[in-house]
């Protein structure tokens, strides 16, 4: 798809489709739409006043032009009530716009960024290209059957009036595009199936973005270097399977020489049957989606080194698979971390704090200003905070204040948990240092409680994203299952991230 920013007039524009935004209960046209009224002989304001359309979010109406104007048809697309419009909304809207027409098979579409908002329009453009673009994937490899019923949009153009405008308006689209493709890249890793997307191809993955990078640097740690290092925490939850774990390590060198990384840390489960304490069979198969933290840091390293970001991100994804092989690790097993400190296996389940440890203590090698890691991690989160929240954890109050403003911008909502110590003695071993799982009560703390204990006095946060990872259901810009979460709030905050330093 392609994303292209013109100088010109919307009634004078030759297109298939012509988006014509309208906010609710508004009697007045926007001030471009009037000028079009005017030339198709008032056939918008006779669909308004009729009651066809009455601009509500996401309602769409399309109408046919008949040669009136050069756009073949005209798409009413309702913005809601203009006191309740922010840039979720826009980007709801816009995607619900361009389904619509791509359900129509129709290939080319165009639209203006005047909404009569005092909003910067490079604020509007990258919302409208974010819901276009994100609104409109759909993961199609493993389809092989009538493939040419496939619809893809192929243009969207952004018409801009003032000449002087158009320079910005196209660096913002650049940007979104930019983030976006990262995005949709994660939610093609996360929609992989286990048998496609194993330890070792995450880990080509990983190399394939670096090699096209500059300023990404890739390092694969195997088995046996995990071995003398004595990283007996994620070896542990790999034994039971014939598939070897990789630790990806990627290094974006954007910022200046000896400046602290942000070390982000990542799941990569590429597939969680709980091990010995196998899960249940029914939704066993979304658990190829175990990486997506994993694959968030990818798109996030991806992305950042794309938009040239000056700041220097280091990105750890411990990734393997938890089967339960002949070589499985067992419940009751005690585990020496990398860290030294010794963890006893309640649960096999509880796989992800446990190569997350590991990958935490190797983090400080980096000597980070601050390490956040996200992770599908415990259901408990989604019974908590449901599906479409990210449970925030941590240390570091300024860190978990720059990670809310972030999500706050890109609408990844994050719910803050408390940390208290008295979850703390959730985790305590009768037989070692830590046990893997605290039990049902506050089991997303307990499990950020865990990993508090190998990350060292480094600032601190934690993403639970089990529930927005994989959706069950569809959201505007946000079609049912991979979600993508996480890159976009990463990519926000490491924009802003030298203000806040
Ligand atoms: N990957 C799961 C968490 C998960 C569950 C993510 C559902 C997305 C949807 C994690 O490894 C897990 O199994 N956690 C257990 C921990 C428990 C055994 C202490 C859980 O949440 O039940
Ligand atoms: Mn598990
Ligand atoms: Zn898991």
Same mark, same amino acid.
């Given at each position: 798809?392609?994303?292209?920013?013109?100088?010109?007039?919307?009634?004078?524009?030759?297109?298939?489709?012509?988006?014509?935004?309208?906010?609710?209960?508004?009697?007045?046209?926007?001030?471009?739409?009037?000028?079009?009224?005017?030339?198709?002989?008032?056939?918008?304001?006779?669909? $308004?006043?009729?009651?066809?359309?009455?601009?509500?979010?996401?309602?769409?109406?399309?109408?046919?032009?008949?040669?009136?104007?050069?756009?073949?048809?005209?798409?009413?697309?309702?913005?809601?009530?203009?006191?309740?419009?922010?840039?979720?909304?826009?980007?709801?809207?816009?995607?619900?716009?361009?389904?619509?027409?791509?359900?129509?098979?129709?290939?080319?579409f165009a639209t203006t960024l005047d909404f009569g908002l005092s909003i910067p329009k490079t604020?509007?453009?990258?919302?409208?290209?974010?819901?276009?673009?994100?609104?409109?994937?759909?993961?199609?490899?493993?389809?092989?059957?009538?493939?040419?019923?496939?619809?893809?949009?192929?243009?969207?153009?952004?018409?801009?009036?003032?000449?002087?405008?158009?320079?910005?308006?196209?660096?913002?689209?650049?940007?979104?595009?930019?983030?976006?493709?990262?995005?949709c890249f994660v939610r093609d890793l996360v929609s992989t199936p286990a048998n496609e997307l194993?330890?070792?191809?995450?880990?080509?993955?990983?190399?394939?973005?670096?090699?096209?990078?500059?300023?990404?640097?890739?390092?694969?740690?195997?088995?046996?270097?995990?071995?003398?290092?004595?990283?007996?925490?994620?070896?542990?939850?790999?034994?039971?399977?014939?598939?070897?774990?990789?630790?990806?390590?990627?290094?974006?060198?954007?910022?200046?020489?000896?400046?602290?990384?942000?070390?982000?840390?990542?799941?990569?489960?590429?597939?969680?049957?709980?091990?010995?304490?196998?899960?249940?069979?029914?939704?066993?198969?979304?658990?190829?989606?175990?990486?997506?933290?994993?694959?968030?840091?990818?798109?996030?390293?991806?992305?950042?080194?794309?938009?040239?970001?000056?700041?220097?991100?280091?990105?750890? $994804?411990?990734?393997?698979?938890?089967?339960?092989?002949?070589?499985?690790?067992?419940?009751?097993?005690?585990?020496?971390?990398?860290?030294?400190?010794? $963890?006893?296996?309640?649960?096999?389940?509880?796989?992800?704090?446990?190569?997350?440890?590991?990958?935490?203590?190797?983090?400080?090698?980096?000597?980070?200003?601050v390490i956040i890691d996200i992770a599908t991690l415990t259901g408990a989160c989604i019974i908590?905070?449901?599906?479409?929240?990210?449970?925030?954890?941590?240390?570091?109050?300024?860190?978990?204040?720059?990670?809310?403003?972030?999500?706050?911008?890109?609408?990844?909502?994050?719910?803050?948990?408390?940390?208290?110590?008295?979850?703390?003695?959730?985790?305590?071993?009768?037989?070692?240092?830590?046990?893997?799982?605290?039990?049902?009560?506050?089991?997303? $703390?307990?499990?950020?409680?865990?990993?508090?204990?190998?990350?060292?006095?480094?600032?601190?946060?934690?993403?639970?994203?089990?529930?927005?990872?994989?959706?069950?259901?569809?959201?505007?810009?946000?079609?049912?299952?991979?979600?993508?979460?996480?890159?976009?709030?990463?990519?926000?905050?490491?924009?802003?991230?030298?203000?806040?330093?």
């Open positions: 798809m392609e994303f292209i920013v013109k100088e010109g007039k919307a009634a004078e524009f030759a297109t298939e489709a012509l988006i014509v935004p309208h906010f609710e209960e508004e009697k007045q046209l926007l001030e471009g739409a009037i000028y079009l009224d005017e030339k198709l002989g008032g056939l918008i304001k006779e669909v $308004i006043d009729g009651g066809d359309f009455e601009g509500k979010l996401n309602q769409i109406a399309v109408i046919y032009t008949r040669g009136a104007i050069p756009a073949k048809r005209v798409v009413l697309t309702g913005l809601g009530k203009r006191g309740d419009v922010d840039m979720e909304k826009l980007r709801g809207a816009f995607s619900k716009a361009a389904q619509q027409i791509r359900s129509l098979n129709i290939k080319k604020v509007l453009a990258e919302a409208v290209i974010e819901g276009v673009y994100l609104g409109l994937y759909q993961f199609t490899p493993f389809k092989t059957l009538e493939r040419d019923k496939i619809k893809e949009l192929k243009e969207v153009v952004i018409i801009e009036e003032r000449k002087k405008a158009v320079p910005e308006i196209k660096a913002a689209v650049k940007t979104a595009e930019t983030i976006c493709c990262a995005v194993t330890p070792s191809d995450l880990a080509r993955e990983a190399e394939a973005i670096a090699a096209k990078r500059k300023k990404v640097h890739v390092k694969i740690l195997d088995v046996k270097e995990m071995k003398e290092l004595g990283m007996n925490a994620l070896l542990g939850v790999s034994s039971g399977s014939c598939q070897p774990p990789k630790l990806i390590i990627l290094e974006y060198r954007g910022g200046k020489r000896g400046q602290p990384p942000v070390a982000l840390v990542g799941k990569g489960l590429t597939f969680d049957s709980g091990g010995i304490s196998i899960k249940p069979s029914e939704k066993m198969d979304e658990m190829k989606s175990d990486m997506a933290g994993g694959a968030a840091v990818m798109g996030t390293i991806m992305a950042v080194s794309d938009l040239n970001l000056p700041v220097n991100v280091v990105g750890l $994804i411990p990734a393997t698979e938890n089967l339960p092989g002949g070589k499985a690790y067992k419940p009751g097993d005690i585990l020496k971390s990398l860290s030294g400190q010794t $963890i006893e296996v309640l649960n096999t389940d509880a796989e992800g704090r446990l190569i997350l440890a590991d990958a935490l203590t190797y983090a400080g090698r980096y000597k980070p200003a908590a905070l449901g599906e479409n929240v990210i449970g925030l954890m941590g240390t570091d109050d300024k860190l978990k204040e720059r990670i809310k403003t972030a999500a706050e911008s890109t609408n990844e909502r994050v719910w803050e948990l408390p940390l208290w110590e008295e979850y703390h003695d959730l985790i305590k071993s009768d037989v070692a240092d830590f046990k893997n799982s605290g039990g049902r009560a506050a089991g997303a $703390i307990t499990a950020a409680a865990f990993l508090s204990k190998f990350v060292g006095d480094y600032p601190w946060a934690h993403l639970d994203i089990a529930g927005p990872a994989w959706l069950g259901k569809e959201k505007p810009y946000i079609p049912k299952g991979a979600s993508g979460v996480g890159v976009r709030l990463f990519v926000r905050l490491l924009r802003e991230w030298d203000k806040g330093a």
